[in-house]
């Protein structure tokens, strides 16, 4: 895995005042400078697509929402109210009646997740006698779910949500059809795909190669996901020129609709290098946020999925952290030093992980009430701390009612009530306002301050703003909690829960010291300050905090010093993380001053698009492919840097690589190193792969194969190495290998292993 680099605030603050008060550089930035900016999008309004750090997002099942247009009703065997495996009714008519009246605006919710909006087959699956109302068995990407509704009402429900600033993120599910596969079972659709009406292709008979015809998948290795199907469900070629570009313009289509964000389905059945290569042509016209689902069942690092998030410029959804909620306030089988373990691993191995998606329950697993034997206490637990941690905090529909349900498909039943006055919907409503409010929640880095079995205290920072929460899951016993420190300035806090949970206010010593805290059974609070004194330009206070903070920081482990956090001006996130040259990136966090000023990414000026004292749009300089710090220079001179930005060669296609004869010796693998970002500029330790050698259909060892994205139509040089898991490398010999990858459409390249 790639290493980052990790400076502290202050030393980074005087390292980057001496580089870049050089005058050759000044000049530089005189000369491109652009004021000319007229448009003020601050970091929480709904047209900031690319960065979610302010925003809660609600889940729904559409099917299973509101039925607001019973005409779109499908009829037939796949209708039945009472069966939870088939269609109910639910609507985009009815999620637009529920943005109209108030009910997520209420709640603080400023994102919804949808289901898959594709036309699905309108047929029951005869393996599970299950209709497609979870919207997974796409057949028609190009139109819509006739039971949710036309693209008219999509439109309205698109419209109405941005009205109230809202936005809409969709499930897609590039990753297969419907199924097709099953011995015995003769399936009406037969995986069909169409576009736009017009039949691309079916399963049988697959004379252009669109599905892969491998067995299920045994989930044995990363490899056997990818290329097999899953249970059955026709899986898709995506190196097949025609689905690749089917792809790419089905889901503009949907971007082009005003759609602000994506959720995709299953990404860990799908190879990276295709996906990184569907990305990029997103990011090219629409700057969204996309986050995908890589399904981990426990709370361990999987360096597959850690490697995906960390470079494909998709986030990911966040198992290891829900996983840790469910088993510490759930069903409370780890103690609460689990979850924050959990948060100081998350932070050390995602490298960006307020990008990451967090949620307790969703409809793959039980939800949490079921989970903790129905404990509504629990639920309210929970969600405050989901509200208060890093990363995208998503609320699955129902939840906030206590629904219950344990698997598939009961944790997917009708929407039960949309009563406001429940406890956890009221929680929600304080936290994700507080979230909008006090930049500590969406970009601070976390601390923990106290933890014991049953108590955890944590808190987030972001430059002098603070926010800090406490939580003790035992509700039969109260705890003294002693030697707690706090960055929040001496001062007396209310709880911004007002008390819902037994919480009570604090005083802050001018040491940081909080005296006399006793949390009562099941007592959580949430303890706030905002720092406000940035919101000038060149009236900013020196708020550099120098108490000593106390010893369980989690600043041991060198997680909360990623960015830059003292000073008056931070940037907290830069999103899309991955782009080429060209693409808008959004860079948000706060003390940009209201005056434009400059954005370098490494040395290179940015042109600024728009500019706001919390958010400014840039566009991605012309510059060669790699990792960039992104710095921001405010018109009084002041900088904020942010870690890293991975900037690709240029536009992107997918390329099959073949190497034929590469005997390994036990322990070593294939992978590839070339002269350009994609292939880690001869970097041995950033080289692409390994390889994969056990697809029946396309390779088999000593032959190994990857799929990889390359910059279309741009010469590369690159050579095949052996690597073992120690990092000895051995090198083919010869010249480099040459080739010029496609200009659009994808390739395929086969050498032969030299000796
Ligand atoms: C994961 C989804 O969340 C699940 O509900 C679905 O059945 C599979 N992917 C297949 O699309
Ligand atoms: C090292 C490789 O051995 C060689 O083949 C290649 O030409 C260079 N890296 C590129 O700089
Ligand atoms: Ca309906
Ligand atoms: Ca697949």
């Not at 997680?559 to 003292?566: E, L, T, Y």
């Not at 405010?634 to 034929?660: C, D, H, I, P, W």
Request: hydrophobic letters at 30%.
């Amino acid at each position: 895995m790639k290493k980052r680099r990790i400076i502290i605030g202050g030393l980074l603050l005087m390292l980057t005042m001496n580089v870049y008060n050089s005058s050759s550089f000044e000049v530089k930035a005189a000369k491109e400078i652009n004021t000319n900016t007229t448009k003020k999008i601050e970091d929480t309004s709904v047209e900031n697509k690319a960065d979610f750090s302010t925003d809660v997002i609600y889940q729904i099942v559409t099917d299973r929402f509101v039925d607001g247009d019973k005409s779109n009703n499908p009829t037939g065997d796949i209708f039945d109210k009472s069966n939870n495996r088939k269609y109910h009714g639910g609507d985009w008519a009815g999620i637009t009646q529920k943005i109209e009246d108030g009910y997520f605006t209420n709640m603080g919710i400023s994102a919804l997740w949808i289901s898959s909006p594709v036309e699905n087959i309108m047929t029951i699956d005869p393996s599970n006698q299950s209709a497609s109302y979870h919207g997974y068995w796409g057949k028609d990407f190009f139109r819509t779910n006739q039971a949710f509704g036309t693209f008219n009402d999509f439109k309205k429900l698109v419209q109405t949500a941005h009205s109230k600033n809202i936005k809409i993120v969709i499930d897609f599910a590039p990753n297969h059809t419907s199924t097709a596969e099953l011995k015995g079972v003769t399936f009406p659709e037969d995986g069909a795909l169409y576009r736009d009406g017009k039949l691309v292709g079916k399963f049988s008979n697959d004379k252009e190669g669109l599905f892969n015809h491998e067995s299920w998948t045994d989930y044995s290795s990363l490899e056997n996901g990818i290329y097999h199907s899953m249970y059955g469900l026709a899986d898709l070629n995506h190196m097949n020129q025609k689905v690749d570009t089917y792809m790419k313009d089905a889901i503009n289509k949907w971007l082009d609709l005003g759609v602000d964000g994506i959720r995709v389905d299953a990404v860990k059945h799908m190879q990276q290098g295709w996906q990184t290569n569907w990305l990029s042509s997103i990011y090219e016209k629409h700057n969204v946020f996309v986050f995908g689902e890589w399904f981990n069942g426990g709370t361990q690092n999987d360096a597959e999925m850690t490697n995906f998030a960390n470079s494909s410029g998709m986030s990911l959804l966040d198992f290891r952290y829900a996983n840790a909620i469910r088993n510490t306030i759930g069903n409370k089988s780890s103690s609460m030093k689990q979850l924050y373990q959990v948060m100081a691993d998350t932070e050390a191995d995602y490298s960006e992980v307020k990008d990451q998606v967090t949620f307790i329950d969703n409809h793959d697993m039980s939800r949490f009430m079921s989970y903790s034997k129905n404990n509504a206490e629990a639920v309210n637990q929970a969600y405050v701390a989901l509200l208060t941690s890093r990363g995208v905090p998503t609320i699955y529909y129902g939840s906030e009612q206590y629904m219950k349900g344990e698997s598939d498909p009961d944790n997917r039943a009708d929407m039960n009530s949309f009563n406001r006055n429940s406890k956890a919907y009221q929680i929600i409503g304080k936290l994700a306002k507080l979230r909008k409010k006090n930049s500590a929640l969406a970009y601070g880095n976390s601390k923990e301050r106290w933890v014991n079995d049953d108590v955890i205290v944590f808190e987030r920072k972001f430059g002098n703003s603070v926010v800090m929460t406490a939580i003790n899951r035992n509700e039969n016993r109260s705890y003294d909690i002693n030697g707690l420190f706090t960055d929040l300035p001496k001062g007396k806090y209310n709880d911004e829960l007002g008390g819902i949970l037994k919480g009570k206010p604090i005083e802050v010593n001018e040491k940081g010291e909080v005296k006399g805290l006793t949390l009562g059974g099941g007592e959580c609070s949430v303890w706030s300050y905002e720092d406000n004194t940035s919101n000038n330009d060149g009236l900013d206070s020196k708020g550099t905090d120098n108490r000593a903070s106390s010893k369980n920081s989690l600043s041991s482990n060198g997680i909360d010093n990623k960015v830059s956090n003292n000073g008056t001006v931070n940037i907290g996130n830069v999103g899309p993380y991955v782009g080429i040259p060209g693409n808008k990136i959004t860079v948000v966090g706060k003390g940009f001053g209201k005056k434009s000023g400059n954005v370098y990414v490494g040395k290179e000026n940015a042109k600024i698009v728009d500019w706001s004292d919390s958010c400014i749009n840039i566009q991605v300089p012309n510059i060669e492919g790699g990792e960039y710090e992104v710095i921001v220079k405010k018109s009084t001179g002041e900088l904020a840097k942010y870690k890293s930005f991975r900037v690709l060669s240029s536009k992107q296609v997918a390329t099959r690589f073949f190497v034929n004869n590469a005997q390994t010796q036990y322990g070593y693998s294939v992978y590839l190193v070339g002269n350009v970002e994609e292939l880690g500029k001869w970097n041995v330790n950033k080289a692409v792969g390994p390889f994969f050698n056990s697809t029946g259909s396309i390779a088999t060892y000593p032959t190994w194969f990857y799929d990889i994205s390359l910059p279309a139509g741009k010469k590369i040089e690159y050579k095949y190495i052996m690597k073992d898991s120690a990092g000895n490398v051995i090198w083919e010999s010869g010249m480099n290998h040459e080739y010029t990858p496609v200009k659009q459409g994808t390739g395929v390249v086969v050498n032969d292993w030299q000796r």
